[in-house]
């Protein structure tokens, strides 16, 4: 005998009956997600096991109220006079059918990059972002915003652009913790839309705090390194001087004791003795401590003044020259002085300092009488040929209208 689904008691219809609505919440389910993802055909294809199911219960909804003086329909009656292996068969059927197109939106999700997808990982992520239209309306924003707006606004972000005027594109520190807003505006689909991102740097902005405060100490450290630099150079220096002043006054002694004991008919060791004299005593003011350099200046004059010789200048010493740059050619004038009375008789000098693209030259030009022959550099020239080439120049002489010893220095700053 074939057991009919009629036959089955209440509760067997009952289980049956919860069978098909729960295939129909199932579904439904499939549908709304289908539909989110804007996968249309799944929604239809959804939608015809759904109406199949959601008959077969409300078959059994009309079925059930026979008991209640209800005439059931025509149809109602048909499918519950069919064999209960139908139904069970139809239901299994709606059922696999529920499960397999349940299963492919879930894979999907997996898969494929669905708006869902996106709203789920922009709402874990630490930092803040919000997207609006020029109106203000807030297309989207993630949780960690809508908690910032929240706490410095005390309101819901409900308008782009008001939140962005209440924060601009600045720093702001909340609750121990630093954040940076940008906003930014870019195009989609030809619509402009803007883009408002919070960034937690609590820790870059601790760093960068570190950092400054390490680079002003660091910045003492070095005013207060170079200070005890020039400290040491001052007393190297003044050690140096005091040594060379003692060795020159030696050397005045036995100066003074040759001169007394020279053959005053011998004129070779008389201008040896006098060439002597004029180094020490030239080499004496230039290890003079007076640090200001128009007093170097104010020695050239005197001396020039003691020998009856008129010292013309013309242009003056740039600023990029250096102090042993500065005492080489105070040096190299007092020489071409003291040179141009001995040896020419001259009335008057003139220093001319000139910038070539070369580099920077310094003529001493006198009027007196010219070499007759090679102009050889010894004593005092050779010591300055010397000095020059420790510093880069170069010290040589021509002769034309009138005598001048050249010195030429390297560019300044090259």
């Known amino acids: 005998m074939t057991v009919t689904f009629e036959m089955l008691s209440a509760g067997l219809r009952s289980v049956f009956a919860l069978w098909t609505l729960l295939i129909c919440l199932a579904l439904i389910g499939s549908s709304v997600l ?102 203000g309306r807030v297309l989207f924003s993630n949780i960690c915003m809508n908690e910032l707006c929240e706490r410095l ?28 807003f940008v906003t930014r505006e870019m195009s989609v689909d030809g619509e402009t839309l803007y883009e408002t991102l919070a960034s937690d740097i609590t820790a870059e902005y601790a760093k960068t705090e570190a950092l400054r405060k390490d680079k002003l100490e660091l910045s003492r450290f070095n005013d207060e390194l170079r200070q005890y630099y020039l400290s040491i150079d001052e007393s190297v220096k003044r050690q140096e001087i005091l040594q060379a002043k003692m060795n020159i006054h030696d050397e005045m002694n036995r100066l003074m004791l040759s001169t007394v004991a020279a053959d005053r008919e011998d004129m070779a060791a008389l201008d040896s003795i006098f060439s002597l004299w004029e180094q020490n005593a030239l080499l004496l003011c230039m290890q003079s401590d007076k640090n200001a350099e128009g007093k170097a ?114 560019p300044i700053g090259g």
């Not at 096991?49 to 209800?70: N, T």
């Not at 020998?307 to 190299?332: A, C, H």
Request: aromatic share 10%; charged share 25%; proline share 3%.
């Open 153 to 180: 606004t005390d309101s819901p972000l409900l308008n782009g652009r008001h939140f962005h005027e209440a924060v601009k594109d600045g720093i702001i520190t909340l609750d121990g913790r630093v954040w940076r």
């Open 297 to 410: 200046e104010d020695s050239l004059d005197e001396l020039a003044k003691a020998l009856g010789v008129v010292v013309e200048r013309s242009g003056k010493i740039p600023d990029g020259f250096e102090r042993k740059q500065r005492e080489l050619l105070n040096f190299t004038a007092q020489e071409a002085l003291i040179n141009a009375v001995k040896h020419a008789g001259a009335k008057k000098m003139t220093v001319s300092f000139e910038q070539t693209d070369g580099g920077f030259t310094v003529r001493f030009t006198n009027d007196g009488r010219k070499p007759d022959g090679e102009v050889r550099f010894e004593g005092g020239l050779k010591n300055i040929a010397r000095l020059a080439e420790g510093q880069g120049a170069t010290v040589h002489t021509e002769v034309g209208e009138n005598f001048s010893l050249i010195i030429k220095y390297q």
């Open 34 to 135: 289908s539909a989110t993802k804007k996968r249309f055909g799944f929604v239809l294809a959804s939608s015809v096991p759904f109406a199949a199911a959601y008959y077969l219960w409300q078959v059994i909804f009309d079925f059930s109220l026979i008991a209640k003086a209800h005439t059931p329909s025509f149809v109602t009656v048909k499918l519950c006079a069919l064999p209960v292996a139908y139904w069970l068969a139809a239901c299994l059927a709606l059922t696999a059918a529920s499960v397999i197109l349940l299963s492919l939106d879930i894979r999907y999700d997996r898969n494929y990059i669905t708006p869902g997808a996106i709203k789920l990982f922009l709402d874990k992520m630490p930092c803040g972002v919000c997207c609006w239209r020029g109106n």
